[in-house]
C-alpha cells in the first residue's frame, strides 16, 4: 500500500464574526499520494479540474459543484438521479469493475439516508477507491448518515491513508451525532500520515461539543511540527468552545505560533470559548492592535504571496478583535 504523502499547506478566511475557515485543496496523483494545498494555483493543472476544496470542520465540495449544491433535498428512492432510481444505483454497487463501483456510491449518496446501508456495506470494500469513495458518500449524506459513525470509525483504521481521511472528514460532517467516534477521532491523531493526523482534527471540529472528550489530544497536536495540523486542531477546540476551557493555555501560547494562519486560528478558539479565556486578552489585544512585521509570518515576499500575506495578517488583526468582543462581553 503507497503511504499518501502531504504538501500541507494553509489559508484562513473569515467568513462569519469569530469563525476562521481554513480552506485546502486535496488532490490524488498518479502514484497514489494525497497533497493539500492551499491555493488552487499550487495545484499542478493536470490534477486542478478533479482537486476538492476543503474546509476546517470536515466540510468539503467539489471545486466543480454549483453553489449550494450540497444544500438540496436528498431524493426518495423512487425519484431519479440522471435517469435512474436508488434501486438502479444500486444494482451498480455489485458490478465486477470497482470504478463502476465507486461511481455508484456517488450517485447513491443523493438518496440521502436510503442509500447509507449500501455505502456502509461498501466500505468493506476490497478495492480502496471503492472505500474513499463510500466515505466520501456518507459525508456527503451529512447528519442523515448517523447510522455510520460505527462504520466509520472502524474505517479510521484503514491501512489505506486516503480512506482514514476522509471517513474522519465524513464523521465532521455527520456532526453532532457523530460525538461516540470522538476517542476514536482523538487516537487518529496520532496516525503515521500527516493527511490523516489534519482529517481527524477536521472531523473533531465538525462534531463540535461532541469532541470534548479529544480536548487533552487537540491541546498535544498544537505543537505539533505540521502547521496545517497545529492550526485544524485550533480550529476543533473553538468549535468544541467552552467545553475547551482547559485548552487556553495552550491556545494563548498558539498565539505566539511563527505561523499567521495557527494565531488566527487560536485567537478565533479563544474567542470562542469566551469569558474563560480572559487570561488571553493582553495578546489578544497587541495583536489586534500590531500592524509590525515582527508579530507576523517573515519574510514579506514579493508580488501575489507578499498580497497574500498582508491579508493573513488583517484577518489575524480582525480575529483578536472579535476574539476580544467575545470574551469580554461587548
Do not use: C
Request: aromatic content about 4%.
Amino acid at each position: 500500500m503507497r503511504r499518501a504523502a502531504s504538501a500541507l499547506l494553509l489559508a484562513v478566511f473569515v467568513g462569519a464574526p469569530g469563525a476562521a475557515i481554513a480552506q485546502l485543496y486535496r488532490w490524488t496523483d498518479e502514484t497514489g499520494a494525497v497533497h493539500l494545498a492551499d491555493d488552487l494555483n499550487q495545484v499542478p493543472e493536470a490534477y486542478r479540474r478533479r482537486a476538492e476544496q476543503i474546509r476546517t470542520g470536515g466540510e468539503r465540495a467539489r471545486t466543480e459543484a454549483p453553489p449550494g449544491a450540497e444544500a438540496r433535498r436528498a431524493l426518495a428512492p423512487h425519484e431519479r438521479w440522471r435517469g435512474r432510481t436508488l434501486a438502479d444505483w444500486q444494482a451498480d454497487l455489485r458490478d465486477s469493475a470497482p470504478r463502476t463501483r465507486a461511481m455508484a456510491l456517488a450517485a447513491v449518496a443523493f438518496f440521502g439516508a436510503a442509500g447509507v446501508p449500501g455505502m456502509v456495506e461498501a466500505l468493506r470494500d476490497p478495492d480502496a477507491l471503492v472505500r474513499v469513495s463510500a466515505a466520501r458518500a456518507l459525508g456527503q449524506v451529512g447528519p442523515d448518515a448517523a447510522g455510520a459513525v460505527l462504520a466509520l470509525s472502524a474505517a479510521l483504521r484503514d491501512g489505506d491513508p486516503r480512506v482514514r481521511f476522509d471517513a474522519a472528514v465524513a464523521l465532521g460532517r455527520v456532526g453532532l451525532a457523530a460525538a461516540a467516534a470522538a476517542p476514536a477521532l482523538a487516537r487518529a491523531l496520532g496516525d503515521a500520515a500527516g493527511e490523516v493526523r489534519v482529517g481527524a482534527a477536521m472531523g473533531l471540529g465538525g462534531i463540535g461539543p461532541g469532541g470534548r472528550e479529544a480536548v487533552p489530544a487537540l491541546v498535544q497536536a498544537l505543537r505539533d511540527g505540521n502547521a496545517v495540523l497545529r492550526m485544524s486542531a485550533a480550529s476543533a477546540l473553538g468549535g468544541i468552545g467552552q467545553d475547551a476551557r482547559a485548552a487556553v493555555p495552550a491556545l494563548r501560547a498558539a498565539l505566539g505560533d511563527n505561523n499567521t494562519s495557527v494565531r488566527t486560528s487560536a485567537a478565533s478558539a479563544l474567542g470562542n470559548i469566551g469569558s474563560a479565556a480572559r487570561e488571553a486578552i493582553p495578546e489578544l489585544r497587541r495583536l489586534a492592535e500590531s500592524d509590525r512585521a515582527s508579530d507576523f509570518d517573515t519574510p514579506v515576499r514579493d508580488g501575489a504571496l507578499r498580497q497574500k500575506e498582508g491579508v493573513l495578517r488583517q484577518e489575524l488583526r480582525v480575529a483578536a478583535r472579535e476574539a476580544l468582543r467575545q470574551i469580554e462581553g461587548r
